[in-house]
């Protein structure tokens, strides 16, 4: 007999110590026994957690994977970010809709298939992908659609469809998954030659402070796009009060166009969790959180397994590395597909089991950070160069790349080019060498640094991939000579809509309006002055939103009207009769035909 709500409920709060700052865990593991959290399921874990009703409600409805309602049985979640569109996407859309006769957001009638949207699923070198019940599909063609559709239909497992594993460790048995690394290029630093442990045993020979000191040697900075220095914000952290402190990994990697991080967790992750441990160690923590997106979770059984074996190895727990007194573990935080949660305050809010919201800095997450307590926030590449610092030494790391940018960078490359897949490269190349380099010769336009990142003439080829000039958390999005950039523009603001939480009224409000806008310039119905108040409703964007999504949401149409404005100029050009063109004569006068019944005798032919 299945279990009952309260027995799943009580069960589950239990096993999290009715732990408030773990409600995101609880009303996952619930969700994965009762498939949906019901309004009864909301008062059962407020009652149980102690918390008012409302509060669970407003973290299960911030959250694009956490339920409210049920769904089918099998719920189709289809990957609608730019790379993907770029390569099918679109027309895997209308392959769903036509085989399962439901729209998105729509479940059959037979309850058996739910189909929706999903804004980025990081499979963008080998789209269109969906998750279905959580399993990855790439690549999906037309035929692998029906195919699926009709084993869905049939209630059968979805599972049954991975027939060919992908490569690396993404065919071991606790990923089992049909995802490919696609590594093109490696080199020195991330995929260079490493043994687990060496780079903690070399940290454990100095004290915290000469570990510091190092990363500081190396320059290493952020590679989760801000680029800021790894050795500083670790100092912040050491310096701090507080009677405990924490290490967290952004691992939510939700930035359409970048996939970089998924095959870093998939073939590195000892260089991820030993960099974790290395920065506990500098900062004296003794808990760090690795926040992994919800799309990934098919990751997760593998990593807990390699958690396992570094613990069974003595390299995490008591006296890790064999360092008397030197205590660190690390829990995995499954995040529920929101992008917003990226940000580092708004990822600590998750991992405390809130809305993903941003917080107001200062107080800066190194001073008052999860649980208000001192906490470093590093992206997965990020520790990686770590573990690699400590284990051939900063002079060797600071000798790779640019003067500014030292190190290497892996980039995710996707799009109209020839080899898209991952590259390590040193910091420093220019754009035309990295083209070059994944067949892009051809390009029109490069999106760097994904949605929130900006788009780059064949004039900016030249152009050198460092923090001194371009600036990337390594996404490259080609764009070949029959892409509409207006199309991709529009797209890339349809994913900030979707995405921004809603706290301030310009992200909010003005996301939509400049989608509106850059969707009237393309439909041909723009006027020039259009072209003006685009561009002031984007700078307000900009600088009045709260936190980095909304002062970033705009750079796609602000960086395609300063680098391809012949595009914005062609499209709002002067009708040759004269005629303004956002006046839409038979609209105006709908109401009157409908009231009339007959048409006006001076409609145009
Ligand atoms: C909307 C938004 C989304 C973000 N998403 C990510 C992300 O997925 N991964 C990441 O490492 N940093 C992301 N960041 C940057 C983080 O806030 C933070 O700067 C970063 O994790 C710090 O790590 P780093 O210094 O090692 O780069 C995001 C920032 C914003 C504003
Ligand atoms: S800028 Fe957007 S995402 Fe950031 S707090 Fe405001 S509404 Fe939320």
Known sequence: MSERPQTIIKNTCREFDHDKTRLMDIVEAAQAKLGWISGEAVSLIAHELGLPRVEVEAVISFYAFLNRGPKGQSVVQLCDCVSCNLVGGKTA????????????????????????????????????????????????????????????????????????????????????????NNIRKRGPVIFGESKPGAGLRNALTMNSAEVIRDVKTARLRGRGGAGFPAGMKWDFA??????????????????????????????????????????????????????????????????????????????????????????FEVRIQLG?????????????????GRRGEPRDRPPFPAQQGYLGRPTIINNVETFCCVTRIMEKGAPWFSRIGSPASSGTKLFSVSGDCMRPGIYELPYGISMRELLAEVGGEDAIAVQVGGASGQCIAPEGFKRLICFDDLATGGSIVVLGPKRNLLEVASEFMAF????????????????????????????????PDDLVYLEELCRTVKTMSRCGLGQTSANPVLTTLANFRSVYEHAVRKSEDGRQRSFDLEAALADAVAVQGRQPVHFPD
């Open 238 to 327: 050491r310096q701090a009060e507080g009677d405990r402190r924490f290490v967290l990994c952004n691992a939510d990697e939700g930035e359409p166009g970048t996939f970089k991080d998924r095959v870093l967790l998939t073939e590195c992750p000892d260089l991820v969790f030993e960099g974790m441990t290395i920065a506990g160690y500098a900062v004296g923590a003794e808990e760090g959180i690795l926040y992994l997106r919800g799309e990934y979770e098919y990751l997760r059984a593998y990593l807990e397994n390699v958690l396992d074996q570094r613990r069974a190895a003595g390299l995490l727990g008591k006296n890790a590395g064999g360092k008397s007194g030197f205590n």
């Open 336 to 352: 529920a597909g929101a992008y917003i949660c990226g940000e580092e305050t708004a990822l600590i809010n998750s991992c405390e």
């Open 93 to 180: 859309a209308g392959s769903f809709i036509a085989e399962l006769g439901i729209g998105f957001g729509e479940t059959t009638p037979d309850g058996k298939v739910t189909l929706e949207r999903a804004s980025c699923l990081g499979m963008c070198d080998q789209g269109p992908a969906a998750l279905i019940n959580g399993i990855v599909f790439t690549r999906l063609s037309t035929d692998a659609i029906k195919e699926i559709v009709r084993t869905l239909r049939e209630g059968a497992d979805p599972r049954k469809l991975v027939r060919n594993l992908g490569d690396g460790q993404n065919s071991s048995r606790l990923i089992s998954a049909m995802v490919d």
């Open 496 to 527: 900030f809509v979707d995405e921004s939480c809603g706290w301030c009224v310009p992200c909010r409000v003005g996301n939509v309006l400049i989608k509106e806008r850059v969707d009237k310039i393309r439909a041909g119905s723009g006027e």
